[in-house]
């Protein structure tokens, strides 16, 4: 079990850039693949990126692949998400969830594991 809590949102100009972190507590966060999701108004939550648990491996969106990069500190329990270039249609909620299958974390995140969630919006 463990549970997440983002930060690192805000209000940005298109072409600007943020980095996301998902901070992680549980002893065994190493052992799972961790994931980025978004939700914009209106719109269902969708996946964006995913690493698995040793960080060799990433997975991305089509909408934000070169744009966006996913990494993560097993020592620090941290995943993070660097956005750049980013655009109107990146403005939503995002999450971060964890499973130790990443397939599954990609296709059906845990319910139990959202946390609060971190508003990015940019603007035109």
């Known amino acids: 079990q463990v549970q997440l809590v983002e930060s690192g949102g805000g209000l940005v100009q298109a072409g600007g850039s943020l980095r996301l972190s998902c901070a992680a507590s549980g002893r065994t966060f190493s052992s799972y693949a961790m994931g980025w999701f978004r939700q914009a108004p209106g719109k269902e939550r969708e996946f964006v990126a995913a690493i698995n648990w040793s960080g060799d491996s990433t997975y991305y969106a089509d909408s934000v692949k070169g744009r966006f990069t996913i990494s993560r500190d097993n020592a620090k329990m941290t995943v993070y998400l660097q956005m750049n270039s980013l655009k109107p249609e990146d403005t939503a909620v995002y999450y971060c969830?964890?499973?130790?299958?990443?397939?599954?974390?990609?296709?059906?995140?845990?319910?139990?594991?959202w946390g609060q969630g971190t508003q990015v919006t940019v603007s035109s």
């Open positions: 969830n964890a499973d130790h299958l990443l397939t599954r974390l990609k296709a059906h995140p845990r319910q139990d594991y």
